[in-house]
């Protein structure tokens, strides 16, 4: 397969990458050249600014069996880069790499089900936004991601595979949120943890074992609309994968507290949202098995981040508490003490 892959340098586009060489495909890879230079030397690196709209060296690079596409946030992305290939340039899917985030929050009172399937509702721009703005915030991400598949398989009808992806964890995670616990547990000593043993709940899908279906889908000629979603596991059980020589006490602390003192879900205690919220980021990820992609154990994947961090420079990380945030955090909670009983 001659595949071309917008981004590739970075993190799970790194993963694509290594994942399609490892199965033998000749890679192109088109990005502005900035991230990890010269990482792939085999490979043909093709290089523009998708921000400014600078395709031209897409232009007459092709013909490619598959694309894959990590880095379309707006629509003018997709659109562009499906408009410089031409007419000749593609002969194979286009693979949207898009979120789960496109999903529309249940009405407020209503249950949240059971999880999102891919014909579930997507959610609109919030009211009164200019519709085509191209700013991306906590509350347009996810809208911009539904109209940036739309605008795809409204240019490739039936020749688009949308890949709807969970938290993405790995090696050469730039954002460590799911970094964070493996981190901490190896630091050792009180770790803070939300709620209970029995309600915490994470939900991740590893970015090699991602990618590995990816490019077999993309080899497969394989279209639609895929949750690429790990059933969610304990935090206990990351905890217990990431326990290592140093002494650890896990300290339980609900979320009512927590919330009262301001600790935010997925940036303060990251890849974690309380369980009263939990469906709005559940996902159905039969479709996705059905098609071919499986899931490492939680405790391989704690294994795979847990070598990575501990072999790079040690640096302060991008998500979690503080030490010294955690410390306070947990001396409020004792002087606390326990909740009023019913």
């Not at 790499?97 to 059971?114: K, N, Q």
């Not at 980021?281 to 992609?293: E, F, Q, Y």
């Not at 154990?297 to 981040?305: G, K, R």
Request: proline share 10%; aromatic share 6%; glycine share 12%.
């Amino acid at each position: 397969m001659n595949l071309l892959v917008l981004g590739g340098t970075s993190f799970a586009g790194r993963h694509v990458v290594t994942a399609a060489l490892a199965g033998g495909h000749s890679v192109t890879t088109f990005n502005r050249g900035r991230t990890n230079p010269g990482l792939f030397p085999q490979v043909r690196a093709l290089h523009g600014d998708r921000t400014s709209g600078d395709y031209e060296a897409l232009r007459d690079a092709g013909p490619f069996d598959a694309v894959v596409d990590l880095c379309a946030y707006v629509p003018r992305a997709a659109r562009q880069a499906i408009e410089a290939l031409g007419p000749g340039g593609l002969d194979g899917p286009y693979v949207l790499i898009s979120s789960v985030s496109v999903y529309a929050e249940p009405a407020a009172g209503a249950p949240a089900g059971d999880g999102f399937g891919e014909e579930s509702p997507t959610a609109p721009l919030p009211a009164g936004t200019d519709p085509a703005t191209e700013d991306v915030t906590g509350e347009t991400y996810g809208p911009l991601k539904a109209l940036t598949e739309q605008a795809a398989e409204a240019l490739l009808p039936g020749g688009v595979m949308v890949v709807r992806p969970g938290l993405i964890v790995g090696p050469w995670d730039p954002t460590d949120r799911f970094t964070y616990w493996i981190r901490r547990m190896a630091d050792g000593g009180e770790v803070l943890a939300p709620e209970s043993p029995a309600v915490a709940t994470v939900g991740v899908v590893d970015a090699a074992d991602l990618a590995g279906w990816i490019v077999a889908s993309a080899a497969a000629g394989r279209t639609g609309v895929y949750n690429a979603v790990a059933p969610p596991v304990p935090l206990q059980r990351v905890l217990d994968a990431a326990r290592s020589e140093a002494a650890v006490e896990i300290t339980w602390v609900p979320w009512p507290f927590l919330e009262a003192e301001g600790v935010a879900p997925w940036t303060d205690l990251p890849a974690w949202v309380p369980a009263a919220m939990q469906g709005l980021i559940t996902a159905d990820g039969a479709r996705a098995s059905a098609a071919g992609l499986e899931h490492r154990s939680i405790e391989a994947v704690v294994a795979d981040l847990a070598a990575w961090d501990g072999a790079r420079p040690r640096r302060p990380l991008r998500a979690g508490l503080s030490r010294e945030r955690e410390s306070d955090l947990l001396r409020r909670y004792r002087e606390a003490g326990p909740p009023p009983g019913p």
